[in-house]
């Protein structure tokens, strides 16, 4: 089946430092989304991404879809934005089954 | 409303019961589906309901998991005779993917999850 890595697994880092994430994943994709998992567990959308560059305020992602990763770059860290990333794909092969892969996460802690 | 429910938040159960979950989707979302998130791992797709479609079952770690949705609203998922292994945090989730003729076109959404629903089986 399809593999989706995420690195690094664990990330600690000041309050106002900059961070990137990384998503690979080992075959075509439909559909890429990046998650928030707060520390209540609630999973929430950052990006929909199957290609291409969007940006939301201080949060931005890259997919390139040729390649197989996705990149999600967090500027100005707070810390709100401790908790784990996820990335997840739906494979372009999966059609008719619209399921999404999860990676493993970053969890990330950002330091006051 | 304005978001995936579910229900209960918490379940505590002894081995050997049975229990059941809720969801309730976006109104209007096609697509709904169940994942579970064991502690501290990233989330296993369960099943997938689309539409009228027959739902895609291929998820289920067992013959004591069944899924049930009536229509394009509510699911329930059924576990029966709980084991101390089925102990994870039970997301839902839906979008409004659409079809408009199988394998010739999809349009994917981005899938919206609820809280979840803890399930600790003792």
Redesign the interface.
Known sequence: GIQVEQSPPDLILQEGANSTLRCNFSDSV??L?W?HQNPW???I?LF?IPSGTKQNGRLSATTVATERYSLLYISSSQTTDSGVY?C?V?LLSN???????????TRLTIIP | GAGVSQSPSNKVTEKGKDVELRCDPISGHTALYWYRQRLGQGLEFLIYFQGNSAPDKSGLPSDRFSAERTGESVSTLTIQRTQQEDSAVYLCASSSNSRTHIRVSMKVETQYFGPGTRLLVL
């Open positions: 439909n559909n989304q998650f567990g609630q999973l959308n929909y996820f997840a739906d059609f008719g089954n619209e399921k999404l892969t999860f990676g493993t996460g």
